[in-house]
């Protein structure tokens, strides 16, 4: 053969997921792959398993870890893989930015320990966009709920990773929130949260009701801080 190989429609149907894809790839000279994968709905678990492991690995990982429910709706993936980018990938390097685009809607997920002790983020719904260098969610609905009557609702939050080449990769966590200070102190008091955070006073004597903005700034990776 030519050393070409060519899906013109494979549909895949099952309980958690339904799919499509097309894709062409050259397996000779200099390799190019390009794909397009729709998904109406799935799970996020059968999301996790259709990512490729080459494809930003960083934010497939934490991605993995931490998104333990939730729905993916119109979902798209579009990939165009050239030498270079297979190369990249090959490494763990993420591709050039414009070489693949994901875009879908996220409906009621559930992420937990975005850091380490925080409780998990629930009812999350909102936008994803991954490019090859890049993820951005972007949020209007989600809860958190750090014990009974501390509850804080997240609105107009995103979560952002600009350069996942880097190692580790910063992200950062910017949120809207509104509901029980004391759940903002449950927040102040993690260790992890402490060695950033200061407020001239001890978090445990807050009281009272909060609506303002919320950022952590983290890192996820291997060599994560």
Do not use: C
Not at 8 to 18: T, W
Not at 48 to 77: E, N
Not at 127 to 134: A, D, E, M, P
Not at 159 to 177: G, K, T
Request: no cysteine.
């Amino acid at each position: 053969g030519d050393g070409r190989l060519v899906v013109d429609d494979f549909s895949l149907v099952g309980p958690e997921i339904r799919a499509t894809l097309k894709a062409a790839a050259a397996l000779r000279g200099d390799s190019h792959i390009r794909y397009e994968l729709d998904v109406p709905e799935a799970k996020i678990s059968a999301l996790a398993r259709l990512w490729p492991s080459q494809v930003t690995p960083g934010v497939r990982v934490w991605f993995v870890d931490h998104a333990v429910a939730g729905k993916l709706k119109d979902g798209r993936a579009v990939g165009d893989f050239d030498e270079a980018a297979l190369t990249a990938m090959r490494y763990e390097r993420p591709p050039p930015d414009s070489s693949l685009l994901v875009e879908g809607e996220i409906v009621d997920g559930a992420v937990e320990d975005v850091v380490e002790g925080l409780a998990p983020i629930t009812g999350i719904t909102g936008k994803l966009r991954v490019t090859g260098q890049t993820a951005v969610f972007r949020a209007n609905a989600a809860a958190l709920e750090t014990g009974p009557g501390r509850r804080l609702a997240l609105t107009e939050g995103s979560f952002s990773i600009q350069d996942n080449a880097l190692r580790p990769a910063p992200a950062i966590l910017d949120v809207r929130v509104g509901g029980a200070v004391e759940t903002i102190a449950d927040i102040l008091a993690l260790p992890e949260v402490r060695k950033y955070a200061s407020v001239p006073v001890e978090p445990g004597t807050l009281k009272g009701r909060l609506d303002g903005r919320l950022r952590l700034d983290f890192e996820i990776g291997d060599d994560a801080r």
